[in-house]
């Protein structure tokens, strides 16, 4: 518990992204194109006198009536409890009816997914919603038959491929709640992850294809069982779907009585139908594992009728999808990017939402406007470090193709202007409006972003708040930082809203502590304007209202807009016998937007090696996956520490970033100071 309450105050957090931000100068304003206005489903800017404050909750009723109920709500927010805010209570839906089965009505014969591979000679698949159907009922069935029931966990450890979908509106239709593990990750990983939810079942596959290499992904299932065996969590069932007949599957070894492969339950439930269960708004969904201070990763649970209505809601105005749009959201479903903005938010409307199995540059930078060219894709969505990846491989590739774009997405980190200004230019052909959609995996959906009819864009800003979102910046002494000033503070939500996760899953207390204690006014009131949501992020707002992220202010650091905390690649790092102490700190990176690097001091009778250095990064790989691999380990002859004995993060940041270290006078042994800076910044 004292662990926890760490999480937004440990002193730590000195090497936080936000104090490496760099500050770009105000930009222009890009206005939305009249034919992007004419068609857009928000075009009025009198929508935001919908959402004002005095017509706070019951604003969001817009967004709950996109939803088909079986019975609709009594409530719309009830904060007795708080801050575990409860959203349209007494009502009763369900997710896979709301994603599947109510567009058979309209259009069963449309595409609800498309599959890309990524072999460039293989076909893509269409799955129609009336496919769709059958196969998420079928896949319920085997669920069903495994004697999993409502309220139940499940995780999935499942790269890009519409099997994923497929079993998570399968999960839903019966209230399973799914935990969904980027396939990214290391099979120990997943195991810490299905041990946290009290998963008995795991859903797995053979191979998938990954920048040309067909990858083995039955292995990591194997060491995930084993890792939450030792922390007391037995998997009775590997469900493994198989894509590669006679490649993986056939060499794959399959542990008796335990794994079993997809299709051949499968072929037991021809043509079933399972009917959906009507649950209650308030039941959790799923779970979306995120990094935070400590070590123990936070499951963050989600709520079927809040998760449900925002996503939709904000895929409708912000993402402006329509029905007969083709929307291709180029993230991983293993993120909540994924979850909101390719499954639910867009199936919830009833559009087609493209898979993309592989990476962006394979097997070059034409790649993705190939795709949307065959395709006809016109909403596109991706992170600033696929942009800046493309641009910098591919500048020139877009103009190659006809495709063109309505609208696209920056998403989940800071987006330089000029970065901006490529994706305008040259993927948008000046054409397309862009919204950068600040958010986490904890809020379920966009906070801030333009809107994109209404409002004119900003290189580097997201925006003003969502319509039904009060944001407020607050200093460390619980202030308002004002509009305009020029100060950066810490971003807070002020009222509740839909999206925002339920709790997190079994550490209760470590949800009020890190989200809500800060600037909590009174732990016993019941008034929501009491409970400041704390988002972790530091931020500034111009005078105009837009706001600007400058990154993490607590111990996570954002690497090509996935989150990893310093305490889980430091923990790894001390697994090495040779290794005494390990800090991991952000460092800018021109693709990546940040990538980590990690300081390292050894045991006495230990020399730096390059040997040292590979088992520190096999240590990461191993406990977290490939994507948390140091950019740099620096084995350095000791860690400049306060007199306290605390490691200093914020110098060891600003020597990698080349940045001012600040006063260092205090510190026990400022002499190290000096010749770390040398060793680091010679070698750089
Ligand atoms: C960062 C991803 C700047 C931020 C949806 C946040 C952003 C963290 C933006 C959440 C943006 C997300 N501009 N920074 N538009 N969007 N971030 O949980 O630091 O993977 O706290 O959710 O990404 O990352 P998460």
Known sequence: ?????????????????????????????????????????????????????????????????????????????????????????????????????????????????????????????AITYRELYVRVNEFAAVLRELGLKAGDRITFHMPMVPELPVAMLAAARLGIIHSQVFAGFSGTAAGHRIADSGSTVLVTIDGYYRSGDLLDHKVKADEAVEAAAKEGQQVDKVLVFRRYPGQ??????????????????????????????????????????????????????HSIGGYLSYVAGTSKYYQDIHPDDTYWCMADIGWITGHSYIVYGPLALGTTSVIYEGTPNYPD????????????????????????????????????????????????????????????????????????????????????????????????????????????????DSNEVPAGSGKAGNICIRNPWPGVFQTIWGQPDRFVSTYYAKYNKDPKSTDWRDWPYFAGDG?????????????????????????????????????????????????????????????????????????????????????????????????????????SGKIMRRVIAATSNFTDTGDITTLANPEVVEKIREQVQTAK
């Open 365 to 476: 930078a034409g790649r993705p406007w190939r795709i949307a060219r065959q395709l006809g894709v016109n909403i596109f969505h991706t992170s600033p470090t696929a942009i800046r990846m493309l641009r910098k491989v591919g500048p020139d590739e877009p103009a190659k193709y006809d495709f063109h774009f309505k609208h696209m997405t920056t998403v989940g980190e800071p987006i330089e202007p000029e970065v901006w200004r490529w994706y305008y230019d040259n993927v948008g052909k000046d054409e397309a409006v862009i919204v950068d959609t600040w958010w986490q995996t904890e809020t379920g959906g966009f906070l801030g972003s333009t809107l994109p009819a209404i409002d004119s864009a900003k290189p580097g800003s997201c925006g003003p708040a969502a319509l039904g979102i009060y944001p407020v910046i607050l200093d460390e």
């Open 539 to 643: 931020a500034t707002q111009a005078a105009d209202g837009y706001f600007r992220i400058l990154g993490r202010v607590d111990d996570v650091i954002n690497v090509a807009g996935h989150r990893l905390g310093t305490k889980e690649l430091e923990s790894a790092a001390l697994t090495v016998n040779e290794v005494a102490e390990a800090a991991a700190v952000p460092v800018v990176d021109d693709v990546r937007g940040r990538m980590v690097e990690m300081y390292i001091a050894l045991k006495p009778g230990f020399d730096a090696s390059p040997e040292i250095e590979a088992k520190v990064k096999a240590a990461i790989e191993t406990d977290i996956g490939k994507i948390a691999r140091p950019k740099n380990i620096w084995i350095v002859p000791d860690m400049p520490k306060t007199r």
């Open 248 to 301: 993986y599957s056939a060499k794959t070894p399959m542990v008796e009585g335990r794994d079993v492969f997809v299709d051949d339950l499968l072929a037991a439930h021809k043509g079933e139908i399972v009917e959906p269960v009507a649950l209650k708004a308030t039941d959790p969904l799923f779970l979306m594992y995120t990094s935070g201070t400590t070590g123990r990763p936070k499951g963050c649970q």
């Open 1 to 125: 518990m004292a662990d926890d309450l760490d999480d937004v105050t440990d002193e730590s957090s000195e090497s936080s992204e936000a104090l490496i931000a760099v500050h770009w100068r105000e930009e222009g304003y890009y206005p939305p194109p009249a034919s992007f206005v004419a068609q857009a489903n928000a075009s009025d800017p009198a929508i935001r006198e919908q959402f004002t404050e005095d017509k706070y909750p019951d604003c969001f009723t817009a967004y709950a009536d996109l939803l088909t109920w079986y019975k609709k709500w009594d409530t719309v927010l009830d904060t007795s409890n708080a801050p575990f805010w409860k959203w349209w209570v007494g009502g009763e839906l369900n997710a896979s009816y709301n994603c599947v089965d109510r567009h058979l009505e309209t259009h069963p014969n449309k595409a609800a997914l498309i599959f890309v591979p990524e072999p460039e000679g293989d076909a893509h698949q």
